[in-house]
């Protein structure tokens, strides 16, 4: 059998000492290193590979030296991303210290203290890209209260959508993190914003059993669909469907849609 290396893809031996945090290696290597911020190898430069790794020495010994902070390419966008996604709140400092264009992005590692960081520095808590679309999406749909409350307390949008074009609401509501959802409700999310494949965050609570996610919506003067199609005049009795009728179907989801069933006459014994 025959194996080969894509030799395009490698580092320079400058990016494995600092991968390893050889940081004698490292100052030995670098008066020699025609480009201290060339692309190659998992995480894309010498400096990206020592940020991912926590070796500190190193990153600092590279930034006193030169390294580009905001050099594109690797595993990670950039040094801040890689930074940011493993923790590393001491290095996260001294790449913003040495110019890293600031991006909240990071909040999607659930990492409150780098976040609290970033937005001090005036990140854009509102930026568009990655994964999840946006920080405060991001952050609801993980579940980290602590950061939703730090990025809506910094002016992020609470109707900002995310992922397949559904409300950091519908995210928290569909997971059940009912602190969240109230968080959300206090700074003004849309409670009948039309997303996602349940419509919105009371259809899609209930249907997964958060009746406490349920009640927080409906105070705040969710609609469902079905007291929509009640107050259109729907014929409650209709026999039909799996279930045969709409209060035996709803008996079997939440106490709250048989309560709504009951409000509007329908006849329990159908």
């Not at 190898?41 to 030296?65: I, P, S």
């Not at 590692?109 to 780098?114: M, V």
């Not at 059993?209 to 009795?237: K, M």
């Amino acid at each position: 059998m025959n194996y080969y290396v894509q030799t395009e893809n490698l580092g320079t031996p400058l990016y494995y000492a600092a991968e390893n945090g050889l940081i004698t290696v490292v100052h030995q290597l670098l008066p020699t290193t025609p480009d201290l911020n060339a692309l190659g190898g998992w995480y894309g430069t010498a400096l990206q590979a020592a940020v991912f790794k926590g070796h500190e020495a190193v990153v600092h010994y590279l930034l006193e030296h030169g390294a580009d902070v905001n050099v594109q390419g690797g595993f990670y966008p950039n040094a801040l991303h890689a930074a940011a996604a493993k923790g590393h709140q001491t290095i996260v400092h001294e790449l913003l210290e040495h110019g890293a264009i600031v991006n909240a992005q990071a909040a999607l590692w659930g990492h409150s203290g780098i976040v609290h960081d970033l937005l001090e520095h005036e990140a854009d808590i509102n930026a568009q890209g990655g994964l999840y679309a946006n920080a405060l999406y991001a952050a609801a749909a993980k579940g980290h209260q602590i950061i939703v409350c730090d990025l809506l307390k910094h002016g992020a949008n609470a109707n900002a959508q995310g992922r397949n074009n559904v409300t950091p609401l519908y995210a928290a509501a569909f997971r059940g993190y009912i602190h969240i959802v109230c968080d959300l409700l206090e700074h003004g999310a849309d409670v009948d914003a039309q997303c996602g494949p349940y419509a919105n965050a009371l259809n899609v609570a209930a249907a997964k059993g958060h009746e406490a996610v349920v009640h927080a919506l409906l105070e705040h003067g969710a609609r469902s669909r079905f007291q929509a199609l009640l107050e259109h005049g729907a014929d409650i009795n209709v026999q039909s469907g799996l279930y045969g009728n709409a209060l035996y179907a709803a008996d079997h989801l939440t106490s709250n849609v048989v309560h709504h069933l009951q409000e509007h006459e329908a006849d329990y014994n159908a």
